[in-house]
Nanobody
Framework: VQLVESGGGLVQVGGSLRLSCEIS????????IGWCRQAPGKEREGVSV????????LYADSVKGRFTISYDNAKATVYLQMNSLKPEDTAVYYC?????????????????WGQGTQVTVSS
C-alpha cells in the first residue's frame, strides 16, 4: 500500500502548484483521499478530501476558492491544484487515505499516509 506525493516546490506569492498523489496497493473506490499539511511548529491540518465513489469534495475554509482536488481513476492519482498561493500555505503537504467514503478533514481519521512534499511560498 503506497501513496506517493510529488509536485511540491518553491513558488512566489500568487503563484500556482499542482500536487500529485499516486496510489497503489488498494482500491481507490473504497477510500476517501485527502490532503493534509503541517507547517513548522503547527499541528497537522486537513486541507481537502475527495470521494471517488460520489465525486464529492470538502475544503478547509482557508483554501476554499483557491485549491481544487480532483482524481484520475485511470492513473490512480489524486491531484491538488493550488492557486493564489500565500505565505501561510507554506507547509509539508501529505496525501492520506481514509477507508470508507465519509468526507472528514480531521487528520486523525486518515489511516494511510504518504511521505509528504514540501511547498514553500515566498513573499
Amino acid at each position: 500500500v503506497q501513496l506517493v506525493e510529488s509536485g511540491g516546490g518553491l513558488v512566489q506569492v500568487g503563484g500556482s502548484l499542482r500536487l500529485s498523489c499516486e496510489i497503489s496497493g488498494f482500491s481507490f473506490d473504497d477510500y476517501a483521499i485527502g490532503w493534509c499539511r503541517q507547517a513548522p511548529g503547527k499541528e497537522r491540518e486537513g486541507v481537502s478530501v475527495i470521494s471517488s465513489s460520489s465525486g464529492s469534495t470538502l475544503y478547509a475554509d482557508s483554501v476554499k476558492g483557491r485549491f481544487t482536488i480532483s482524481y484520475d481513476n485511470a492513473k490512480a492519482t489524486v491531484y491538488l491544484q493550488m492557486n493564489s498561493l500565500k505565505p501561510e500555505d507554506t507547509a509539508v503537504y501529505y496525501c492520506a487515505a481514509d477507508y470508507g467514503n465519509l468526507l472528514l478533514l480531521d487528520p486523525a481519521n486518515f489511516g494511510l499516509w504518504g511521505q509528504g512534499t514540501q511547498v514553500t511560498v515566498s513573499s
